[in-house]
């Protein structure tokens, strides 16, 4: 199964998706303190964690390291659901699926499965 981040990973990972730049921990640190009590360490601590797991990377600059994400929101989401189809009737987990989207996602369902196809043909 994919890994899904604990609450502060997930919101950590929030931030430094929605950036347009690379973040030291002092910018997600300054992020968080405006809707909650949090010491500096922990954010460190967290973004080091997620470094050490392989979801962020970081370059030294300066003093502090620059952070960014090594998957874009949607990569990661596209792994949860593949993790939720393993060990399952991926074809029933499928079906229930579908039938819980709106008209809209299906359709867009429908619309990356005809981009995809040609390219799985050419092979």
Do not use: C
Not at 22 to 48: C, F, H, K, Q
Not at 80 to 90: D, F, I, K, N, V
Request: aromatic residues 8%.
């Amino acid at each position: 199964m994919a890994h899904r981040f604990g609450d502060l990973e997930a919101v950590v990972m929030d931030r430094v998706w929605a950036a347009e730049d690379d973040l030291t921990v002092r910018d997600v640190y300054e992020s968080l303190l405006v809707e909650r009590e949090i010491a500096y360490t922990t954010v460190m601590s967290t973004m080091d964690n997620l470094h050490r797991k392989g979801w962020l990377d970081r370059e030294r600059h300066g003093k502090a390291y620059l952070y960014w994400p090594t998957l874009n929101r949607e990569e990661y989401s596209a792994q949860l659901m593949r993790g939720a189809l393993e060990g399952t009737r991926s074809d029933l987990v499928l079906a229930h699926f579908v039938e819980q989207i709106s008209e809209d996602e299906s359709e867009a369902l429908r619309a990356a499965l005809r981009r995809i196809k040609p390219s799985r043909t050419k092979s």
